[in-house]
């Protein structure tokens, strides 16, 4: 896992720090659209529901508080897992 150098800070995409900044002022909880699955959460995104999106849709996002520090992308999976395949040896009996 790379690292973030502390004195850089977290990297926050500037588009989302302004609609959230839009939203908290206008006092509306609509969902804010991204494509930035690196951005950090910051403390001031929580309350807000940001739509993530995953390669196919947006995923709604609730930002809380223990979701602070981590990134939008691990809130919005890319892949889904359909199970592993059949044991092929043991239907045939």
Same mark, same amino acid.
């Given at each position: ?21 839009? $939203? +908290? ?7 804010? &659209? ?5 951005? %950090?959460?910051?403390? =001031? ?15 709604? $996002? +609730? ?7 981590? &990134? ?5 999976? %890319?892949?889904?897992? =359909? ?11």
């Amino acid at each position: 896992m790379s690292r973030r150098a502390v004195w850089k800070g977290p990297f926050v995409d500037v588009h989302l720090l302004k609609a959230a900044e839009a $939203v +908290l002022s206008s006092g509306k909880n609509i969902v804010i &659209k991204t494509w930035s699955r690196r951005s %950090t959460i910051l403390p =001031n995104f929580v309350g807000l529901t940001f739509g993530v999106y995953n390669g196919r849709k947006f995923i709604p $996002v +609730l930002v809380t508080e223990r979701m602070v520090g981590k &990134k939008f992308g691990e809130f919005s999976p %890319t892949r889904t897992f =359909n199970g592993h395949s059949a044991n092929k040896k043991a239907s045939r009996v």
